[in-house]
């Protein structure tokens, strides 16, 4: 229902944070942390009441496999279990509509840290992108930290995470010279996923970028490999 309480919000940040990856790294001074093959990832330095809430940019490209694909394994519950290594618990605590769900996470602890939890809505959208000439939609999902009364963020037993997050995909499509049917070998997805965690309670600066450091690149690679496998013989969802 687009009267829900939340959808004003919810269209807000999304046009918000899709023009925000849709700038890419040329934006900002984004220093390069990890790069792996077609993957690289930018953060920014960025403290805030002492706590590290570097803001967090990568760029991946993915032959085979189209935007949508992406953001519908990205987005929907059924899945996560499957790419998430550091998910302990997911509840989806409000279906919004369709596209758009309300989620809380307990993440495992990660030494030195204690444990914690997030509670976002999620919302999956689609936009054709205004310059690109084979006019084909851009995909996203945002996450973006909510509060409900029945999840206090002060429950004694998580540290409460806020967090934005946006997986921006666009689909490249070079169709076949001899005018036959678009296979997964002419399709690409050039992802950029944006995100900033503010860990809620104060860890070690030091402890956290390394924890950053070795979770993300993980996480996008080992979420990518999942969709690749998980398409690989199924009809193309354009
Ligand atoms: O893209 S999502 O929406 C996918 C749905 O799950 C998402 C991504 C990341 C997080 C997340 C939550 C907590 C923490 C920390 C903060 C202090 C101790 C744990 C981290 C740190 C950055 C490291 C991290 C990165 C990637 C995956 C898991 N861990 C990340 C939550 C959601």
């Not at 919004?96 to 809505?121: C, E, N």
């Not at 999956?124 to 996203?140: C, K, L, S």
């Amino acid at each position: 229902l687009t009267s829900h309480p939340l959808w004003a919000d919810i269209r807000k940040v999304t046009k918000e944070q899709m023009h925000y990856a849709s700038l890419g790294v040329g934006e900002g001074a984004w220093q390069l942390f990890a790069e792996e093959g077609d993957m690289k990832m930018y953060r920014r330095e960025e403290e805030l009441n002492g706590l590290v809430i570097d803001p967090l940019k990568a760029c991946h490209i993915v032959k085979g496999v189209t935007g949508r694909e992406m953001c519908h394994y990205f987005f929907s519950p059924q899945y996560r279990k499957d790419w998430e290594t550091t998910l302990e618990q997911m509840t989806v605590v409000e279906k919004i509509s369709d596209d758009a769900l309300i989620f809380h996470q307990v993440h495992k602890r990660i030494w030195p840290t204690a444990q914690r939890d997030a509670l976002f809505w999620s919302h999956m959208t689609h936009i054709t992108d205004p310059n690109d000439h084979d006019a084909h939609d851009i995909w996203a999902v945002v996450n973006n930290s909510t509060q409900l009364p029945k999840f206090p963020t002060k429950n004694g037993k998580c540290v409460r995470v806020t967090l934005t997050v946006c997986l921006y995909c666009q689909t490249l499509i070079t169709p076949p010279k001899d005018g036959t049917a678009v296979s997964r070998d002419d399709i690409t997805c050039k992802i950029t996923y944006c995100s900033v965690v503010n860990p809620g309670g104060w860890v070690p600066a030091s402890a956290l970028r390394a924890v950053y450091k070795r979770e993300y690149p993980k996480f996008l690679k080992r979420f990518t490999a999942y969709v690749l496998s998980q398409t690989k013989n199924e009809p193309i969802l354009f």
